[in-house]
């Protein structure tokens, strides 16, 4: 089955500076790549995802990189903020859409003021 | 619209009792998720309902879990006998078809001592 690895499992950064998580996956037929964000005590959010056909795709501050040949994919959000704070989820899916996702360990990123 | 329903919100119960979890998804959503989210890890699928009907329960520990969602629209999980790696938190989930990933409810945290 699916196998998807997160790093780092624990990120600090200054407010207003870059975040970058990176996520592998082994199944070369997962094909959609969601990415959830949870808060303390929250249901995890889906913030962005992003499909095998495209390599890059960018909402606001926050972006996702695709590389198909090696089979990993990144978050990356900007100008980071103290609410950004939070753990985040990459997820791998055969399906197009939604589907089974098999999800990483997760990332929790504070942001310091 | 509103979001997926999920009750209880807390269970606390001994080790060898029975428990079960109920999940109302978005109306109209065909697809229901059950994951189990263990502390410090990324949530892991128990199983997957496509309308009524079970399309992947290859994770589902069935010697003591079991799920059904009736009429295609609500769904319980239950587990009996409880043990203490039980202890998590279960999510719901529900997707349409075409979606852009899934929107989960709010989970159940289970204790058990």
């Known amino acids: 089955g699916e196998n998807v690895e997160q790093h780092p499992s624990t990120l600090s950064v200054q407010e207003g500076d870059s975040a970058v998580i990176k996520c592998t996956y082994s199944d070369s037929a997962s094909n959609y790549f969601p990415w959830y964000k949870q808060e303390l005590g929250k249901r995890p959010q889906l913030i962005i995802d992003?499909?095998?056909?495209?390599g890059e795709k960018k909402d606001q501050r926050i972006a996702v990189t695709l590389n198909k040949t090696a089979k990993h994919f990144s978050l990356h959000i900007t100008e980071t903020q103290p609410e950004d704070s939070a753990v985040y989820f990459c997820a791998a899916s055969t399906n197009t859409n939604a589907g089974k996702s098999t999800f990483g360990d997760g990332t929790t990123l504070t942001v310091k003021p | 619209e509103a979001g997926v329903a999920q009750s209880p919100r807390y269970k606390i119960i001994e080790k060898r009792q029975s428990v079960a979890f109920w999940c109302n998804p978005i109306s109209g959503h065909a697809t229901l998720y059950w994951y189990q989210q263990i502390l410090g890890q990324g949530p892991k699928l128990l199983i997957q309902?496509?309308?009524?009907?079970?399309?992947?329960d290859s994770q589902l520990p069935k010697d003591r879990f079991s799920a059904e969602r009736l009429k295609g629209v609500d769904s319980t999980l239950k587990i009996q006998p409880a043990k203490l790696e039980d202890s998590a938190v279960y999510l719901c989930?529900?997707?349409?078809?075409?979606?852009?990933?899934?929107?989960f409810g709010s989970g159940t945290r289970l204790t058990v001592v």
């Open positions: 989930a529900s997707s349409s078809t075409g979606a852009n990933g899934y929107t």
């Open positions: 309902f496509q309308n009524n009907g079970v399309v992947d």
């Open positions: 992003i499909r095998s056909n495209v």
